[in-house]
Nanobody
Framework: QVQLVESGGGLVQAGGSLRLSCAASGSIVNFNAMGWYRQAPGKQRELVATISTGGMKNYADSVKGRFTISRDNAKNTVYLQMNSLKPEDTAVYYC???????????WGQGTQVTVSS
């Protein structure tokens, strides 16, 4: 059973930065892709960023130019560097991974990010 553990969330002022980490219990090279999603109160979960085994990255329009996803295969960890944070970035951020090309198979427990204005 794969376990994903997020860390790095917290409270930050608008314009600030945070770096989220997602540590996997096994080798992340076994995954077709890993990603970050977020869910704000009263809203549906939405894609933030994904990164494939080959390093291809995809971002939601709302975070392009501000967020960067990266991976360290040696540490079995995926990161989300978040800069120029806005109050609308406030949400619970989830790490996810998938083995194939379908829906994400594994999810972390989430980490809260709160951006104050």
């Amino acid at each position: 059973q794969v376990q994903l553990v997020e860390s790095g969330g917290g409270l930050v002022q608008a314009g600030g930065s945070l770096r989220l980490s997602c540590a996997a219990s096994g080798s992340i090279v076994n995954f077709n892709a890993m990603g970050w999603y977020r869910q704000a109160p009263g809203k549906q979960r939405e894609l933030v960023a994904t990164i494939s085994t080959g390093g291809m990255k995809n971002y939601a329009d709302s975070v392009k130019g501000r967020f960067t996803i990266s991976r360290d295969n040696a540490k079995n960890t995926v990161y989300l560097q978040m800069n120029s944070l806005k109050p609308e970035d406030t949400a619970v951020y989830y790490c996810a991974s998938r083995v194939g090309l379908g829906p994400y198979d594994y999810w972390g427990q989430g980490t809260q990010v709160t951006v104050s204005s």
